[in-house]
């Protein structure tokens, strides 16, 4: 099975700042015959299931604020939020479908400082 | 909207049944990969079992293997998880959740709101 492993597990920020979470896989979720990463990223709020932010590791879900970006390849990846808003507060989880079973990461809550 | 309604979560006992229900709307549940998410309280995500699209080849995870079965109803449009030999550690909440394309490697683009399963005597 592929280990996903995100960093760090919690971290506040302040309103208006970045926040970055990191995301590494045991192995390539990179996909060789069409060049893409199968790595996605969700926000999960208190309560609630969990919404799809980022697919294909760098692809912006339609609706989701441009504030959200992901970014990297291979095995190791990167949600950023650009400027923290008081919405934002959640855990956010990386998930690998390159194989099955697909898995995820452990989560990163994310709060306000 | 896409919709995913959950239905047939409960209390069992060590050892029990129990057969969760999605019904989809606004889509046909054939045309996509489905699986189901569980959630243990306070905990992370766990994939638990999937079906693609065309060919509704099915998967599971280690842990639910040979305990757990998915199936689908084309005609009801409504995708199911069948959980036999229930454990305490099966205690969570379940969620169906569509898949972004046909087959099983594709990321969940909705969420059904989770049906919670305890397992306790």
């Known amino acids: 099975d592929i280990v996903m492993t995100q960093s760090p597990d919690s971290l506040a920020v302040s309103l208006g700042e970045r926040a970055t979470i990191n995301c590494k896989s045991s192995?390539?979720?990179?996909?060789?015959?069409?060049?893409?990463?199968?790595l996605a990223w969700y926000q999960q709020k208190p309560g609630q299931p969990p919404e799809l932010l980022i697919y294909?590791?760098?692809t912006r879900e339609s609706g989701v604020p441009d504030r959200f970006s992901g970014s990297g390849s291979g095995t190791d990846f990167t949600l950023t939020i650009s400027s923290l808003q008081a919405e934002d507060v959640a855990v956010y989880y990386c998930?690998?479908?390159?194989?099955?079973?697909?898995?995820f990461g452990g989560g990163t809550k994310v709060e306000i400082k | 909207e896409v919709q995913l309604l959950e239905s047939g979560g409960g209390l069992v006992q060590p050892g029990g049944s129990l057969r969760l229900s999605c019904a989809a709307s606004?889509?046909?549940?054939?045309?996509?990969?489905m699986s189901w998410v569980r959630q243990a309280p306070g905990k992370g995500l766990e994939w638990v079992s999937g079906?693609?699209?065309?060919?509704?080849?099915?998967y599971y995870a280690d842990s639910v293997k040979g305990r757990f079965t998915i199936s689908r109803d084309n005609s009801k449009n409504t995708l199911y998880l069948q959980m036999n030999s229930l454990r305490a550690e099966d205690t969570a909440v379940y969620y169906c959740?569509?898949?972004?394309?046909?087959?099983?490697?594709?990321?969940?683009?909705?969420w059904g709101q989770g049906a919670l399963v305890t397992v306790s005597s």
């Open positions: 959740a569509k898949g972004g394309g046909n087959y099983i490697t594709y990321y969940f683009d909705y």
């Open positions: 606004r889509f046909t549940i054939s045309n996509y990969a």
């Open positions: 079906i693609s699209g065309s060919d509704g080849r099915t």
């Open positions: 192995q390539s979720v990179l996909y060789s015959s069409n060049n893409k990463n199968y």
């Open positions: 294909w590791a760098s």
């Open positions: 998930q690998q479908h390159y194989s099955t079973p697909s898995t």
